[in-house]
Structures are given as structure tokens and as C-alpha cells.
């Protein structure tokens, strides 16, 4: 295990993608900079009902959850290829010749890919943090939320790369999935509306059932918002169903992954 998070750790590096969240970072500060240099002063107290510090509290929310979902993004195109190349012609020989089972491998593997690349978002979503509350002497504990919830949205869509990348070994067809269950589950999101305008219960029912089924990342975002500012969360059902389909989909992966010949 620790072999393959240094392996990981090291390709991060030779791949240059290191270098993307650090400029990612540097934007962020920057961007922090800027804001506190406008001409507009907002005095911060401890009133929470103060409308200058709710207005702080949104933006560190609202900042900080965009800069982490950003780097979730970047995360699942830049990594969307290395289950596939670990398993070329010449590098799968390799891997498969140490004496550990298929289904320690791959979570070897994947546990390595989530734990090295979401250790770099939380050590700059970090970075980024400590240079806002230097600037605006804000702090709040429920910002940890952010970081907790991004990367359970990183390990779901981790899950769905994995799971392309083994099923077709293509990096190309891992990075289309990841973008069509990505669009997919914004659209159905909004499941409810199409009852309105369809009368057709097979197709409603059907759209209603993937809804259900497929990953709710958008809404997990919106449920990240409202934790880190305290307010009420209406379902949490985008959390556990998310994780469930996730789970799922490794479970079906390891059982591609255990019977296919390399």
C-alpha cells in the first residue's frame, strides 16, 4: 500500500499535475487578495445575525466549496488514465506478478489515487483558507465540511472512472463516461418537473428510477453549502445514495477486474 500512494505520489509529480494545483492555488490567493483590496471595507464582528458577517461567512462557504469542486474536476480528467495505463501490456504483468489478490490491488490502487490527490486538494483548499482568514479574520469549524464532502464526491467520481477504466481500458471512454453520468444526473435532478409535461408513467417511472440510482453530486454540492453554514439539510438521501451507487460500482469493477485476462 504504501509503495503504490509513493508511486502515485511520484507520477503526480512527473506528470506536471502538481504543478495545476498549485497555480489553481496561487489564483485563489490572489483572487483573496483582490477582494480585500477593493474600496468597499466590511467590518467583521462576532454577531452572526450581522448582515457584514453573514456576508463574509457566504463568500468563505461559497469560495472555498468552488475551489475544492474545481479541483475535483481537475482531479477526475487528470486521473481518469492511470487504472488503464497501470494495466497496459508490459505494466500489467507487473502488477499482477506481486503476490497480492486482484481485489487488493485495485483497491490498493484506488485508495492510493484518493488518498494522494485529495490530501493535495485539503492541503490547498488549506493554503487558500489560512490566506482568507488573514484577510478577513474569519474562521468557522463547519468549514471542515467542505473538505469531508468533497472528497466523498471525489471517492464517487474516482468510483466511475475505475470503473470505465477496467471496463474498457480506455482513458478517452473513462473521461466520456465521467462527463455523461455528469450531465445526466444535473438533468435529473429535476426528475420532479418532467411528471408536469410527460403523462407517460414508463417514462417518468424510468427517469424517476435513475434518479435514484445514479450519483447526485450537484445536489451533494448544494448539501455542502448548508452544512458549512449551519442550515438545515431538507434530505440527505444525495449522500447515502451516492455512496451506495459508488460502492456498488467497485463492487461490480473488482468482479470485471478479478475475471478479465491481461
Given amino acids: 500500500m504504501r509503495g503504490l500512494i509513493y508511486d502515485t505520489w511520484v507520477e503526480m ?50 469560495s472555498l466549496d468552488a475551489y475544492c469542486s474545481f479541483l475535483v474536476f481537475l482531479t477526475i480528467l487528470g486521473t481518469a488514465g492511470l487504472i488503464p495505463s497501470m494495466l497496459e501490456r508490459g505494466r500489467a504483468e507487473y502488477y499482477l506478478s506481486k503476490p497480492i489478490s486482484r481485489t487488493s490491488l485495485f483497491l490498493y490502487k484506488f485508495a492510493s489515487i ?9 492541503v490547498g483548499g488549506l493554503v487558500t483558507f489560512a490566506i482568507f482568514f488573514m484577510a478577513w479574520r474569519y474562521f468557522d469549524a463547519g468549514l471542515v465540511y467542505i473538505f469531508a464532502l468533497n472528497l466523498v464526491s471525489l471517492f464517487i467520481w474516482l468510483s466511475v472512472t475505475a470503473f470505465a477504466g477496467i471496463l474498457t481500458g480506455s482513458y478517452a ?6 462527463f455523461a453520468m455528469w450531465i445526466a444526473q444535473s ?23 435513475l434518479y435514484y440510482i445514479l450519483p447526485k453530486t450537484s445536489e451533494l454540492s448544494d448539501m455542502t453549502t448548508k452544512v458549512a453554514l449551519g442550515q438545515p439539510v431538507e434530505s440527505w438521501l444525495p449522500l447515502w445514495s451516492s455512496l451506495i451507487f459508488a460502492a456498488g460500482l467497485l463492487a461490480v469493477t473488482i468482479a470485471l477486474f478479478n475475471r478479465k485476462d491481461y
Wanted: hydrophobic share 55%.
Fill in 13 to 62: 509529480v512527473q506528470r506536471r499535475l502538481i504543478w495545476i494545483y498549485a497555480a489553481v492555488t496561487v489564483i485563489a490567493i490572489l483572487l483573496i487578495m483582490a477582494s480585500k483590496s477593493m474600496s468597499i471595507k466590511i467590518e467583521v464582528n462576532d454577531d452572526p445575525n450581522d448582515p457584514a458577517s453573514a456576508l463574509v461567512e457566504q463568500g468563505a462557504v461559497g
Fill in 173 to 178: 471512454v473513462s473521461i466520456m463516461v465521467a
Fill in 187 to 209: 438533468l435529473l435532478r429535476y426528475h420532479d418537473m418532467l411528471g408536469q409535461v410527460i403523462q407517460n408513467k414508463l417514462v417518468t417511472g424510468a427517469v424517476s428510477g
Fill in 114 to 122: 484518493w488518498s494522494v490527490y485529495g490530501a493535495t486538494i485539503v
